[in-house]
């Protein structure tokens, strides 16, 4: 084999990018294994783990390893390296000054009012702490930053007068602006504060399905309204929507909360009318939430688009071990719920995302996961949108018509509109094609499975 290892000091790239530009360059042929990232302890550590003989490197330089079985397949890896990088420069507006060295000359420099901090988990707390400083309101992609930090944090922001998204979260849409993973959603009446990005999604997502939008969605963290945190960033969020004249009806989502913050989130006086959409045993699920607010509006409840699974010679009985292989969160656990019963996976959790991308944007593990059931049934969530992966159905229709001839049911819950990127229809189309029951309902796609599985 033949390698390439370089650093190249002082030159970024955001974590997603170089995610990108790895798996375009795994992809070429003869290309065994490459690593482009920052040159951070933990993905030094990856790289001499892979063999690579690793030079001396600081966090702020770009690590580049790249094995190939010739020369010739790595020299044209290489040149495919800085075509990738170049373009990507080019398509995120790169300009030849300068950029400001930190938040807070970067809110000055353009006359900002919100930050996105997508950073490693560690950095992640000195960054946001300089845009609530700087006045900023801030949305922290970032996970793995310690609870005591996110408390420090939005007690600040409080104080300041503006609002902490995060840490760990993966969605919000701001005066019609996407961050994160980001649904093309119309506008609309709703307002959504949620402590959860995937149950954002498939909330607002079945409601633009049902011709509703959405005024602003506002993600508050994962760990928003467990006890330790205490709702802070949601009080603040549901008050702000309160306030504002283009909604109508504000939709609470999360995971499980911590009982007494729900109760008290759920007991502040607003004047505008507030759809719960708190995951819990005998809680509404997110689909149900979504009607409720149909009705409320004074909307018809639409019959969600699904697609069975093709007729197969053969086909076994109901029956079966049922597993979750899930990259959201929040549809995990209300999968989970629904079902009853069986193994469940949040390939998005942070033990799993600690070193790689969010499964939203690498399937690699799923499909690994997947490629490993013998028999059964399989539930799946594919969450469309800005930020995931551009064609999920290109890697996962093979493995799951690998799975059907293995004998095993393949449900999927595609979460998703008709004006995402991706194509709602189309994607599912293709994982209808290689064997799977597709639905837009995560709750339908679970009560599917459980009755596959027997239940």
């Known amino acids: 084999?033949?390698?390439?290892?370089?650093?190249?000091?002082?030159?970024?790239?955001d974590s997603v990018t170089l995610m990108r530009v790895s798996r375009a360059l795994t992809e070429r042929p003869g290309v065994a294994v490459a690593v482009v990232a920052m040159a951070t302890e933990l993905n030094l550590g990856l790289a001499r783990d892979l063999g690579f003989a690793v030079p001396p490197a600081t966090p702020g330089d770009l690590l580049v390893a790249v094995r190939a079985g010739s020369p010739a397949e790595l020299e044209d890896a290489a040149a495919e390296l800085e075509r990738q990088?170049?373009?990507?420069?080019?398509?995120?507006?790169?300009?030849g000054e300068a950029p400001p060295r930190t938040t807070?000359?970067?809110?000055?420099?353009?006359?900002?009012s919100l930050a996105l901090v997508s950073?490693?988990?560690?950095?992640?707390?000195?960054?946001?702490l300089d845009a609530v400083e700087a006045g900023l309101s801030v949305m922290i992609f970032s996970d793995n930053v310690p609870v005591e930090q996110e408390i420090l944090l939005k007690d600040l922001a409080r104080a300041r007068g503006v609002l902490?998204?995060?840490p760990?979260?993966?969605?919000?849409?701001?005066?019609?602006?996407?961050?994160?993973f980001a649904n093309v959603l119309r506008p609309g009446p709703v307002g959504v504060v949620a402590a959860s990005g995937t149950g954002a999604q498939q909330v607002t997502s079945l409601l633009d399905l049902a011709g509703v939008g959405v005024s602003h969605v506002l993600g508050v963290g994962g760990r928003d309204l467990s006890a330790a945190v205490g709702g802070r960033s949601a009080v603040q969020a549901l008050r702000a929507l309160d306030d504002d004249p283009a909604t109508e009806l504000i939709v609470l989502v999360s995971k499980p909360?911590?009982?007494e913050v729900a109760r008290a989130v759920r007991d502040l006086d607003l004047a505008t009318p507030v759809v719960a959409a708190l995951l819990g045993p005998g809680q509404d699920d997110l689909t149900t939430a979504a009607e409720k607010v149909l009705r409320a509006l004074g909307r018809d409840v639409p019959e969600w688009p699904s697609w069975p699974a093709p007729a197969r010679d053969g086909a076994a009985e109901p029956g079966g071990a049922l597993r979750g292989l899930y990259a959201g969160g929040t549809l995990c656990a209300e999968a989970a719920l629904v079902a009853g019963a069986g193994g469940f996976t949040d390939f998005g959790d942070d033990s799993y995302t600690r070193g790689r991308a969010h499964p939203m944007i690498d399937p690699a593990l799923r499909l690994?996961?997947?490629?490993?059931?013998a028999s059964g049934v399989v539930l799946m969530d594919v969450v469309l949108g800005h930020g995931a992966d551009p064609d999920p159905s290109s890697s996962l229709a093979p493995a799951i018509r690998d799975a059907v001839a293995r004998g095993v049911d393949v449900v999927v819950a595609v979460v998703g509109t008709d004006g995402d990127p991706q194509g709602l229809r189309a994607q599912a189309a293709r994982l209808n094609d290689a064997g799977a029951a597709v639905f837009t309902s995560n709750a339908a796609a679970a009560r599917h499975a459980r009755h596959l599985a027997g239940g």
């Open 368 to 373: 690994e996961a997947l490629r490993g059931v």
């Open 164 to 166: 902490v998204m995060g």
């Open 119 to 128: 950073v490693p988990g560690e950095h992640a707390f000195a960054e946001a």
């Open 257 to 259: 909360p911590a009982p």
């Open 1 to 13: 084999m033949n390698d390439l290892v370089e650093v190249r000091p002082g030159v970024y790239r």
């Open 168 to 180: 760990d979260c993966g969605t919000a849409v701001v005066g019609g602006a996407g961050l994160g």
């Open 85 to 95: 990088l170049a373009a990507r420069a080019q398509a995120s507006g790169t300009r």
């Open 104 to 112: 807070r000359a970067a809110a000055r420099a353009f006359d900002a």
